[in-house]
């Protein structure tokens, strides 16, 4: 079953300090994995995209890292902002327009 | 460049009403997908329209059904509403399918069936 995991479910740090968002996923074939993230009341803005054959893209402060060969995929947010506060959705698209497989998000709540 | 405006923003029903959902995609796009975000399930695909054809659909009871028009323009109706309908649904759009063509989101539209 294609399926993509995310952890941890929620997380509180400190402004300033940095953090990392995991993803793992079963999803089969493997096309993209786009990190979002999602506002409260708003709509997910996409951070990056990874094909294959990337390991590392970065963002800004944001850098997501791929593992295609162990289907696990990071997000490490450095010397975050109250404005980081928000939900990171991974998301695995095996192509087509119903091949996306979205993970439930981890919620991450900076703190001042 | 405008985004992908959805309306209404928030919508209050009624079980076994109907309700429409409108969105504009960004300007160039012809790609619109809907997806249906709930705290349980996190967001699930509904369907995908392009250049006015049905392209794709989730796994969604036929109550679920959406549309879109020449200028990309989408609607999105569910009929004879559950409360288990309430949900925030989610417009996209897109350039189209390839790999490095992220979705554009809207803001939503909240709907609460009571």
């Known amino acids: 079953k294609n399926q993509v995991e995310q952890s941890p479910q929620s997380l509180i740090i400190l402004e300033g300090k940095n953090c990392t968002l995991q993803c793992n996923y079963t999803v089969s074939p493997f096309s993209n994995l786009r990190w979002y993230k999602q506002d409260t009341g708003r709509g997910p803005v996409s951070l990056t995209i990874?094909?294959?054959?990337?390991n590392t893209k970065s963002n800004g402060r944001y850098t997501a890292t791929l593992d295609a060969d162990t289907k696990q995929s990071s997000l490490h947010i450095t010397a975050s902002q109250l404005s980081d506060s928000a939900s990171y959705i991974c998301?695995?698209?095996?192509?087509?327009?119903?091949?996306?497989?979205f993970g439930k998000g981890t919620h991450l709540i900076i703190q001042p | 460049k405008a985004g992908v405006t959805q309306t209404p923003r928030y919508l209050i029903k009624t079980r076994g009403q109907q309700v429409t959902l409108s969105c504009s995609p960004i300007?160039?796009?012809?790609?619109v997908s809907w997806y249906q975000q709930t705290p349980g399930q996190g967001l699930q695909f509904l369907f995908e329209?392009?250049?006015?054809?049905?392209?794709n659909k989730g796994n969604f009871p036929g109550r679920f059904s959406g549309r879109q028009f020449s200028n990309s323009r989408s609607e999105m109706n569910v009929s004879t509403l559950e409360l288990g309908d309430s949900a925030l649904y989610l417009c996209a759009s897109s350039l189209g399918q390839g790999p490095n063509s992220p979705l554009h989101f809207g803001n939503g539209t909240r709907l609460t069936v009571t």
């Open positions: 990874m094909t294959f054959s990337e």
């Open positions: 300007s160039g796009h012809r790609s």
């Open positions: 998301v695995v698209w095996r192509g087509g327009a119903d091949g996306l497989t």
């Open positions: 329209y392009f250049s006015e054809t049905q392209r």
